[in-house]
């Protein structure tokens, strides 16, 4: 809606996944570099995790795009399975025959020594396996456990599959809990990616806002970049939602740039008026004000359009 206004080729603030939007903080490529000195190491389990929002996803991609030729990815993004779901979603990524199943289902035994027989010829090949499981602090500590012994299977040289787990901060605490004190003993390689800095913040916004054509003034003034990093904490997906409304705002109020008055507004919507309240005085002014003025942009095109249809000379 407000692209046009400010010049620009398309919306810079979705939080759709675009790799034309892709940008690195210095964090995210210490949790790159940590990605792939574990898969090059030949250990078992490498772990990454973050806040909601923080990059995961985007460091998995770029992970992803970077694996040596020799390796083949597996990747489970809903793991809120049992041990035989998990075991059939490995089979199903890596392309894994089973054997026929007669009258009944296939058991774990059978799964397991499926799995096994894989990657032993995947070895004989000279090939290597990672499997990606994403929201990872949604397993149980059964299917950890059943992760840990598929990683049983190795060389004098390295584990014949190599796991990821990527997950929310409360995927450190299950790890450390006792009885998967064998599990937290394989994993080779962690880290934690932290919020952007407020000077990265400034960085983030100016990049977003240059891939989708900005050219002139900056919607953005310098001068607001504390406080769009206070109000969102550093976290690139709030940083797009506050933005994005912060900009809708500016277009509502016919403002070439951001203000202050504005940024905190568009706090109180997206975030609940809890940021906006801590940032001082003005943020419940004109409350889900920005989204109805829009609406009556719209619907002021659409009367106009119809009226100019009704007043038309029929053909």
Same mark, same amino acid.
């Not at 359009?305 to 100019?308: G, T, V």
């Given at each position: 809606?407000?692209?046009?206004?400010?010049?620009?080729?398309?919306? /810079?603030?979705?939080?759709?996944?675009? /790799? &034309?939007?892709l940008f690195?903080?210095? &964090?995210?490529?210490? !949790?790159?570099?940590?990605l792939l000195y574990g898969i090059g190491s030949g250990g078992g389990f490498v772990l990454l995790t973050g806040e909601i929002g923080a990059g995961k996803t985007t460091v998995c991609r770029c992970f992803m795009e970077q694996i040596p030729a020799n390796c083949k990815l597996g990747y489970i993004f809903n793991p809120k399975l049992s041990v035989e779901e998990l075991l059939l979603s490995i089979c199903d990524e890596f392309g894994i025959e089973l054997p026929p199943q007669g009258a009944g289902a296939v058991s774990v035994k059978g799964y397991v020594d499926a799995i096994n027989a894989y990657l032993l010829a995947s070895h004989a090949q000279a090939k290597n396996n990672v499997l990606i499981i994403d929201e990872a602090q949604n397993l149980s500590a059964e299917v950890l456990e059943q992760l840990r012994l598929l990683t049983n299977l190795e060389t004098s040289e390295r584990k014949l599959l190599q796991i990821i787990l990527i997950g929310q901060p409360e995927l450190r605490a299950i790890l450390a809990q006792p009885e998967l004190e064998q599990l937290a003993q394989r994993v080779i390689a962690r880290y934690h990616l932290g919020s952007l800095s407020e000077t990265e913040t400034g960085t983030y916004i100016e990049h977003r806002l240059?891939? !989708?054509g900005a050219t002139a003034i900056a919607p953005f003034p310098r001068k607001l970049m504390g406080l769009v990093h206070g109000l969102t904490k550093g976290v690139?997906?709030?940083?797009?939602?506050l933005c994005d409304r912060a900009m809708l705002g500016a277009y509502v109020e016919n403002q070439p740039q951001v203000t202050r008055t504005i940024l905190k507004r568009a706090a109180s919507e997206v975030f609940a008026g809890q940021e906006a309240v801590? !940032? @001082?005085a003005g943020a419940r002014t004109g409350r889900a004000r920005w989204p109805l003025v829009?609406? @009556?942009?719209? @619907?002021?095109?659409v009367i106009s359009?119809? &009226?100019?249809a009704r007043s038309a000379p029929s053909l």
């Open positions: 809606m407000y692209t046009h206004f400010f010049n620009l080729k398309q919306s /810079p603030f979705s939080i759709a996944p675009d /790799p &034309r939007y690195m903080s210095e &964090r995210h490529r210490e !949790a790159l570099a940590h240059a891939v !989708a690139p997906r709030r940083i797009n939602l801590a !940032a @001082g829009a609406a @009556g942009v719209l @619907g002021g095109v359009a119809a &009226r100019s």
